[in-house]
């Protein structure tokens, strides 16, 4: 045991004799060895004892509350406070750092591309062949990236063309054609802004738990109320997340009697769209959780070796 999750709703937290005591309304009381605890993490509100966090901090143990519909009400106490504070100011040097930013903006659109070309490659669309080659292309020309503003070019261009690739794929009647937010003009356009919101959330949620700053980003800029580097975190996600709304779309299971255009503009997801919605996303999301559950660790494992290696 290293990390325990509690994924319970109503759970009451105590300290007793070097172990946590966790008390459910309809389970008997349960206990475990402090010992064995590196990380305690709620994935709902609890009640806790100040006691209790005195042990964690004392022993060395993080506790983390995550909140599942507001992630902004989530927060950590990281009882490695030094380790906190290094995590912290060497993603500020890196944020602040061009080469810096640029070796780990490449680094996430290297992925990004490899992913799409890989989903493209299981549509079985014979047609698919020229986009993944047109991506393989782009991700030879990485290695000759020298600024951040090329790089975004790239970027761009490589998504502008994939959107344009599953448009020629959608029933015309979706009135699909590029990709566009703030309002989102069409049903496309609307499940696609809601499942990034989705996967934003979660990776501000794991970048919490590996102990990172949310919005010190590195290819998305430090920007008032944007959690930077979680959108950093998705970014090598979204052609995963994209395949699954055009599949929702292609397969039928959403459409547009789902959707409704209110006289303020944009398309809104109908009461029985969210319901088909969420009973479709209930898997593909245990598989965005698992990637930028292991994307996060990647970014935590790679800031404390940085931060080892200059104490040394």
Known sequence: MSRVILDRRQLALEYVTDCLLIRSPDQPPRTLPLSRIKQLVCLHSVQVTTQLIGQLMKRGIDFIVVNQR?????????ADQQRDASRR???????????????????????KLKVGCQVLKETDEADSQQLRESLGRGLE????????AELRGMEGAAQKAVF????KRLPGSL?????????????VNAVLSLSYVLAHDEAVRQLKVAGLD???GLYHRL??????????????????IEAWVMGLFLDGYLD????SMPKSGGCLLGKQGRLAYYEALETPQRLWRKRLTGYARVLAGAVDATTAGMQQ
């Not at 020309?141 to 951040?148: F, M």
């Not at 920007?223 to 995963?240: H, K, T």
């Not at 547009?256 to 959707?259: E, I, P, T, W």
């Open 164 to 167: 344009a690739w599953w448009r």
């Open 141 to 148: 020309r990485l290695a000759g990236v020298t600024a951040e």
């Open 223 to 240: 920007v008032s109320g944007r959690q930077a580097l979680a959108c950093d975190l998705i970014e090598p996600l979204r052609p995963v």
């Open 175 to 187: 009135g699909f054609v590029q990709r566009q937010r703030r309002p989102p003009p069409d049903p």
């Open 70 to 78: 507001h992630v902004e009400h989530g927060f950590s106490l990281f």
């Open 89 to 111: 100011s060497l993603q500020y040097q890196w944020q602040s750092d061009e080469r810096a930013r640029l070796a780990w903006s490449t680094r996430w659109v290297r992925h």
């Open 256 to 259: 547009r009697r789902h959707f």
């Open 214 to 216: 949310p919005q010190l």
